[in-house]
């Protein structure tokens, strides 16, 4: 008697765990034949199975570029920095702290316009042609979202 009940418990346990496994072959499985079957289903196919071998491709993969300049932000709080100072502190007494803080004032607002890939022609310019452009730069990094002040 108890081997009966083992072999029924046996049967309805392995009914349970298998039953769900073949309902959803059944459902899947017409599926899988009209894929199969039709045009874009062969054409999708081919193109899976192309992926594959190229994914598979032990191609090596190039290394990262490195790049010397500063990253954005770094860039944005010299501008601020550099900004405080050419408004403010010794720029106000010393005409050479003034040409420096402006000069480097400038070359970081020429790699901010690199980097965003807005125009600028700060270099060839001087005097008060300079001084409208660095405005205009301004503007422009901040049209493009980088607060400078």
Sequence with gaps: MAIAHIVVLTAALMTLLCL???VAAVVCADERV???RTRTGRREIR???RLDRVLR???PVPPLAVHDSPSIEQIAYDLRRLDHQRRTGPT???EKW???VQSA???RL????RCLGLPEHLRPLEGMDRDLERLRVEHELQAAGLALR
């Excluded at 020429?110 to 316009?113: K, V, Y």
Aim: aromatic share 4%; glycine share 0%; proline share 4%.
């Design 20 to 22: 769900p496994c073949v």
């Design 34 to 36: 009209t894929r199969l």
């Design 47 to 49: 193109a899976l199975r």
């Design 57 to 59: 491709a032990d191609a």
């Design 92 to 94: 106000q007494q010393s």
């Design 98 to 100: 003034l040409a420096a």
């Design 105 to 107: 004032y400038d070359e």
């Design 110 to 113: 020429c790699l901010a316009c």
